[in-house]
Structure formats: C-alpha cells, structure tokens
T-cell receptor, first 113, second 116 residues
C-alpha cells in the first residue's frame, strides 16, 4: 500500500509569484485535504476535495485554489504569494467523508522571500 | 472559542517512564472524533490513535492510550514506557460529525522531549 506523497519537498519563491504543490493520495482514498502549518502552530484547514469537487473550505482567500484529478491526486495553487504564506503545506487523504482517520504526507516547505 | 486546547507547550520525560499529554476540546456536536498525531522534525504527521465520541472504552494502540473523559471534554494521550524516538511534537485533533467534510481542528501542539 502506497502512502501519501507530496512534491516538491522544499520550495523558495518570491513575493507575488505563483506556486503549485502536488499530492498523491494513499491507495484506495478518494478524499484529499490540504492544511497550512505556520512555524510553531498546528495545521489549519485550507480546503478538501472529494471526487474531484471542492466540498469544504477553511478561512483562506480565493488566491488559494486547488484541483483533484480522476486518480484522486491533487494540486494546491497559491497566487500572488505573500510573505505570510511561508509555511509547511500538508496534504492528507482519507476514504469518503466520514470520521475516518486522515493520513498525512511529508509536506512541502514553502519559503516566500 | 478554541476547538482544541493543548496547554503544555513542552514536556520532559525520562526514558522508560510514562507521560500524559493534555487535550481539551469544545463542541456541541454529539458526534465527533478525536485524534492524536505525532510530528517529528521531518514534518510528517503520523497518526497515533483515534477515539469516537460514542466509544464506551478508551482507545489503546500499543504504548499509546487515550484517556477519554467525555463530561470534562478531555482526551489526554498517555504514552507508556517512553522511548528516545518518542521525542517530537504531538497534536490533538477533532472532527465534528455534523460536518459534511473531513475538516480536522488541531491544537497548538506539545513538544515532548524524552531524556536518556
């Protein structure tokens, strides 16, 4: 069974640029959630994709957007990067929308200069 | 109000001793799930243990157990026989049952240091 994978592992961008982060869900999982974890804090929910549709969103502006593909992999896109977007971005996959455990990937560390 | 509160920013424990990490939660939903994750310095969140709000018994997974006190809205993680590899950040999380999406609320975490 393949776990959740994310790419790239690290990324450096400058303010105003755009970035795309990628996530492959665990085998058999059809739901992907994205979280932002600032230094010294717990993860904050960005949004979730279920069967290729966004079905829930946290308190993040529209410049945070995403996609889910037929194979349930997912992308997180952030436009017009700001310094405060520097964080660890975590992807988590699960099966369905029930209380099942989410399994996390290793994360992408984004630094915005 | 915070959904998940972890009041211990850092904890020290001697190797082979037991340690309790505190977590309190706030919800009016009768159906919810409580989770604990371990985050080493590498960043990956590792699932440890799950407790459902309707579960009658406390969850256990190997050296991890969850001390679930529903009336007090607490879900403390107990690690028995601490090992050096247990040194990491530990996060408590909750999912509310009324939500139709799988949003987890996380606490601010507790950094555990296991001393040899």
């Amino acid at each position: 069974e393949t776990g959740v994978t994310q790419s790239p592992t690290h990324l450096i961008k400058t303010r105003g640029q755009q970035v795309t982060l990628r996530c492959s869900s665990q085998s058999g999982h059809n739901t992907v959630s994205w979280y932002q974890q600032a230094l010294g804090q717990g993860p904050q929910f960005i949004f979730q994709y279920y069967r290729e549709e966004e079905n829930g969103r946290g308190n993040f502006p529209p410049r945070f957007s995403g996609l889910q593909f037929p194979n349930y992999s997912s992308e997180l896109n952030v436009n017009a990067l700001e310094l405060d977007d520097s964080a660890l971005y975590l992807c988590a996959s699960s099966y369905g929308l029930g209380p099942e455990t989410q399994y996390f990937g290793p994360g992408t560390r984004l630094l915005v200069l | 109000a915070q959904k998940i509160t972890q009041t211990q920013p850092g904890m020290f424990v001697q190797e082979k001793e037991a340690v309790t990490l505190d977590c309190t939660y706030d919800t009016s939903d009768p159906s919810y799930g409580l989770f604990w994750y371990k985050q080493p310095s590498s960043g990956e969140m590792i699932f440890l243990i799950y407790q459902g709000s309707y579960d009658q018994q406390n969850a256990t997974e190997g050296r991890y157990s969850l001390n679930f006190q529903k009336a007090r809205k607490s879900a403390n993680l107990v690690i028995s026989a601490s090992q050096l590899g247990d040194s990491a950040m530990y996060f408590c999380a909750m999912r509310e049952g009324r939500s139709n999406f799988n949003k987890f609320y996380f606490g601010s975490g507790t950094k555990l240091n296991v001393k040899p």
